[in-house]
C-alpha cells in the first residue's frame, strides 16, 4: 500500500506540509476560474477523451494529440501500463529507490518485481541492462526520481534504450520534468517521438500545483496509446480536472513564477541543510533528500518527531530504504525558513 505524505501537527499549531512535494504556489488563477465555470454542467458526463486537455497539451509541447492520453493522475496511467503489458510470470524493473508505485502496480498486474541497485542514491544503466531476462517486459524509470531527486542525462537514457530489446518498454515518469535546470536533462519526448517502446508519463500534481485534481498525462508511440485507451474507464479524467488542467497548462507566466520559486529555494535551503552538517542527496527537483547523522537523539525519526511538533512535516522515507533521512519539500520562504530553524535547534 502506498503511505501518502502526512499532515498531522499538533492542535494550534501552524502546519506547513512539507511530505508530498505539493506546489507552494499553488495553482494559475485560471485554473480556478475554469474550474468555478465547470460546477455549472456537473449533471453533465465529462469528455471520455480528454479532449480539450490533450489539445492543450499537445499545443504547448508541439506534440499529437492523438499520442497523448490523460488519466487521474499519472498514477493510473502507471497502473495501466502494468495491465497492459504485465502478467503472471513477466517482469518489471525498477532501482532500489524507485518511486513505491511501480513495485504496487507491478504486484497488482500478478508480475514480479525486479529491483536493481543504484549507484550513489543514482539509477545505474548497467545493472538496469544486465537485470533483463526473457521475461521483462517492464522498465519503469523516474527521471528525476523520487525521492533522491537525481537523474539521468539524455545520454544515459538513450544507452539505456539502446541496451533493450524491442519487447521491453521504457517508461519514462517525467513527473519533474519542470524543474529540471540541466542543459543535458530532456523529459523523454523526443525518445518516444523516434522509438516503438517508449512512453513518458507527466503530472500536474507538482509544478501546476494540481495534485488535488488527480490529472496525470502520457505521450506515447500511437500503438501503445490505444492500447492503454482500450483499458482505461470510460470516463477517467472528470470535467473539473479537465478544465482546470487545460487552462493551467496554457498559463506559462504562472509556470515561471513556480520554476523561479524554486530554482532560488532549492539551492538556499540545500545551502544551509549542508552549513548545519547534514548530507543532502543533489536535487534537480522541487525536494530534496536529507541524511541524518547516526547518534542517538539526532536521527531522521528523531528530527521527524522534533519537527512535526512545531508544524514542519517532511516525508519519512524509511520505505524508500533510507531508514535515516527525510525528504523535504520545497515550500514556501515561511515554511524554508521555519524548517531550517527548527532543524539548527533540533542539531544544536
Ligand atoms: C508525484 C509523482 C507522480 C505523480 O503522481 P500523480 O498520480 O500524477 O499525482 C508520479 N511519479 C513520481 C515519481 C512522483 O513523485
Not at 533521512?325 to 539548527?344: D, Q
Request: hydrophobic residues 45%; proline residues 4%; negative net charge.
Amino acid at each position: 500500500m502506498y503511505i501518502p505524505g502526512k499532515s498531522k501537527v499538533p492542535v494550534g499549531v501552524k502546519l506547513h506540509k512539507l511530505s508530498s512535494n505539493e506546489s507552494p504556489i499553488g495553482p494559475s488563477p485560471h485554473a480556478v476560474t475554469a474550474i468555478s465555470e465547470a460546477t455549472s454542467k456537473m449533471e453533465d458526463y465529462p469528455d471520455g477523451s480528454s479532449t480539450r486537455l490533450r489539445e492543450a497539451i499537445a499545443d504547448v509541447h508541439g506534440l499529437n494529440a492523438d499520442h497523448i492520453i490523460c488519466g487521474n493522475g499519472s498514477d493510473e496511467i502507471l497502473g495501466l501500463l502494468a495491465n497492459t503489458y504485465l502478467s503472471s510470470g513477466d517482469e518489471a524493473i525498477f532501482t532500489e529507490h524507485g518511486f513505491l508505485v511501480y513495485r504496487i502496480a507491478t504486484l497488482a498486474a500478478g508480475a514480479t518485481p525486479v529491483v536493481v541497485k543504484e549507484d550513489d542514491c543514482k539509477a545505474d544503466v548497467d545493472a538496469i541492462l544486465a537485470a533483463v531476462t526473457p521475461n521483462t517486459k517492464l522498465v519503469f524509470l523516474a527521471n528525476p526520481n523520487n525521492p533522491t531527486g537525481t537523474y539521468l542525462p539524455i545520454e544515459e537514457i538513450r544507452r539505456l534504450h539502446a541496451g533493450l530489446t524491442s519487447h521491453v518498454v521504457l517508461v519514462i515518469d517525467a513527473a519533474y520534468a519542470e524543474y529540471v535546470r540541466r542543459n543535458d536533462y530532456e523529459s523523454g519526448i523526443e525518445m518516444v517521438s523516434g522509438n516503438l517502446n517508449v512512453i513518458m508519463t507527466r503530472t500536474f500534481s507538482k509544478i501546476y500545483g494540481l495534485a488535488a485534481l488527480r490529472i496525470g498525462w502520457a505521450y506515447g508511440p500511437r500503438h501503445m496509446i490505444d492500447a492503454l485507451n482500450r483499458v482505461r474507464g470510460p470516463f477517467n479524467v472528470n470535467a473539473a480536472a479537465i478544465a482546470a488542467g487545460s487552462a493551467a497548462m496554457k498559463d506559462k507566466k504562472h509556470l515561471e513564477l513556480s520554476i523561479v520559486h524554486n530554482d532560488e529555494w532549492l539551492v538556499k535551503v540545500t545551502d544551509a541543510l549542508q552549513a548545519l552538517g547534514l548530507k543532502v542527496t543533489p536535487s534537480v527537483g522541487n525536494f530534496v533528500l536529507v541524511h541524518f547523522l547516526e547518534i542517538e537523539g539526532k536521527t531522521a525519526a528523531d528530527a521527524n518527531v522534533f519537527l512535526t511538533q512545531r508544524g514542519f512535516v517532511l516525508r519519512a522515507v524509511t520505505g524508500y530504504g533510507f531508514p535515516n533521512a527525510l525528504r523535504m519539500t520545497i515550500g514556501s520562504e515561511e515554511a524554508n525558513l521555519g524548517t531550517l530553524s527548527a532543524l539548527k535547534e533540533f542539531l544544536s
